[in-house]
């Protein structure tokens, strides 16, 4: 409990050994690298003066812009949902698990910081076990009935799920006919579901799923603008907060309140170009998505060649390889992977322990985020659409891949 989170503890890492002149492939921090749109940079300049605070849940005129961008995008009546503004997602995922008391039910692999903010509220996290293959993350509704009946049958008192999709770290998404399972599971075991769709708009198949649309009544969902249209340093969050669930809302309203007040006031005056439904933003988001998916499934493709078991990644930024039935003999598990890949090889990556797995799988998070954004942007608009021409550092990367794996394999 005493580490800095795994994505941010790796990031900081990599910056230090860059700044001592190391040449470091960096797969270990999934931070989208194209530049600002320009609408949003300009909105972003032109109000730079604001300065007051305010209001705690946010600027009204933002909140309607941002429920209005979330309705077309899932269908849901946006009468039903209050809106949150917080400073990025990650900390409206934190105050809602607060508000929520209970254990949380966690499917494996998830995101690092959704079972440490569990701990740090004294919370028991129930393990849900997946399936990740090319038919997306095998998340079963069957399976979470299991979990929480076997939960409460030892005692534990298991009140909402968390599901994160296009999936972190796998790139795997959840079709609708299991979203609408598990919303049904959970509406019929009385658990709140929180739909973490951060990666929802970087979908590589252009869908937009929402586990709203099947329980609107009993799920929050959680997004932002940090992939989508790579600002993650601008810290702006959204949380949609069912109406019905009684004084949800008020509750997380007053944690709002006794921590962080309220977003940078040019911030969310500048985001609300970015839920406005403008055609170039929507553009924007087009083509760096494209982007994404060249990108993420050629590694996957090249990793695959070399005899690594991984996914064709389906959204978001990054791929989940299995080094098992290539490298068992030589590590014990994904640690060491990892820091052998770094220490030898300059390649940086996360071991899927940060992702709950056990310690002896072979499993890392590759993020194929490290290439310059604007350039493959101009290259993509120029008719581009090879890795290599817009994101050759990445191809670097795997071949330093090639040359680790042909080093250890099985004789």
């Given amino acids: 409990m005493n580490a800095v989170s795994p994505t941010l503890g790796i990031?900081?890492?990599?910056?230090?050994?860059?700044?001592?002149g190391r040449r470091i492939h960096h797969f270990g921090f999934g931070e989208a690298p194209f530049p600002a749109p320009p609408r949003?940079?300009?909105?972003?300049?032109?109000?730079?003066?604001?300065?007051?605070?305010?209001?705690?849940?946010?600027?009204?005129?933002?909140?309607?812009?941002?429920i209005a961008h979330q309705a077309r995008l899932t269908g849901c009546d946006p009468e039903r949902f209050d809106v949150l503004i917080g400073p990025g997602s990650k900390l409206l995922l934190f105050a809602i698990q607060l508000a929520i008391p209970g254990d949380l039910l966690l499917p494996v692999p998830s995101w690092v910081s959704y079972s440490p903010q569990a701990a740090l509220l004294g919370q028991r996290v129930l393990p849900v076990p997946t399936t990740l293959s090319d038919e997306g993350y095998g998340l079963s509704a069957a399976t979470i009935d299991g979990v929480i009946a076997a939960a409460r049958a030892e005692g534990c008192n298991p009140t909402k799920l968390l599901i994160n999709f296009p999936n972190n770290p796998a790139g795997l998404s959840i079709d609708e006919a299991t979203l609408h399972g598990i919303a049904e599971v959970?509406?019929?075991?009385?658990?709140?579901?929180i739909s973490d769709e951060i990666y929802g708009r970087v979908s590589y198949d252009r869908a937009y799923r929402s586990?709203?649309?099947?329980y609107p009544e009993g799920t929050l969902v959680t997004s932002g603008l940090s992939k989508h249209l790579s600002l993650g340093g601008w810290r702006l969050g959204i949380a949609m907060v069912p109406r019905s669930i009684p004084m949800l809302f008020e509750s997380l309203s007053f944690i709002a309140s006794e921590t962080w007040s309220c977003v940078a006031a040019p911030v969310q005056i500048a985001a609300i170009e970015a839920y406005a439904g403008h055609a170039d933003i929507e553009s924007a988001v087009h083509d760096m998505t494209a982007i994404h998916a060249i990108v993420n499934g050629a590694v996957a493709q090249r990793l695959r060649a070399l005899g690594i078991d991984c996914p064709t990644p389906q959204g978001g930024f990054y791929s989940w390889p299995d080094f098992a039935a290539l490298l068992s003999d030589a590590f014990d598990g994904s640690d060491a992977l990892a820091a052998a890949l770094l220490d030898e090889a300059g390649i940086a990556t996360l071991p899927g322990t940060a992702f709950g797995e056990p310690a002896s799988a072979l499993k890392l998070r590759l993020a194929s985020c490290d290439y310059d954004g604007e350039q493959a942007l101009s290259a993509y608009r120029d008719g581009a659409s090879d890795i290599t021409t817009l994101a050759?550092?990445?191809?670097?990367?795997?071949?330093?891949?090639e040359r680790f794996v042909q080093r250890y394999r099985r004789a």
Avoid: M, W
Avoid at 11 to 16: D, K, Y
Avoid at 211 to 214: L, V
């Fill in 392 to 401: 050759p550092d990445v191809v670097a990367a795997l071949e330093g891949f």
């Fill in 186 to 193: 959970c509406r019929s075991r009385a658990v709140t579901l």
């Fill in 211 to 214: 586990a709203a649309r099947s």
């Fill in 11 to 20: 990031n900081e890492r990599i910056q230090a050994l860059r700044a001592e």
């Fill in 40 to 66: 949003l940079a300009a909105a972003l300049r032109d109000h730079a003066a604001a300065k007051a605070y305010l209001p705690v849940a946010g600027l009204p005129e933002l909140r309607a812009a941002v």
